[in-house]
């Protein structure tokens, strides 16, 4: 599942990151319409709500990763790697 959730939310911020270059180009529609509507009030609030929603995400997947060293007593590479994509969530985060 851990893995799942990392994976979910690099599809997410990948998602938002073409779908807002396609809206700002015109090639594509957005179908949803609340991201419809946010985008149209400022693309920033469309990414902003991607990046955060995944950032969630990996912050759900870092707390799973304590409770699973706490019981085992070592550190695994998906509990580094969801440090690094924390990381990098809050990089774009303005």
Known sequence: ?????????LLNLLDGFITALGLHFNVIEESNP??????DLHPFIF???KITFS????????????????????RSFNCVFNRMLAA??????P
Request: hydrophobic residues 55%; contains cysteine; proline residues 0%.
């Open 1 to 9: 599942m851990k893995k799942m959730l990392n994976y979910l939310a």
């Open 34 to 39: 609340l991201m419809r509507d946010l985008y």
């Open 47 to 49: 990414l902003f709500l």
């Open 55 to 74: 950032g969630l995400l990996i912050i759900v997947n870092i707390y799973l990763c304590r409770i699973e060293n706490k019981a085992s007593g070592s």
């Open 88 to 93: 990098l969530c809050l990089d774009f985060l």
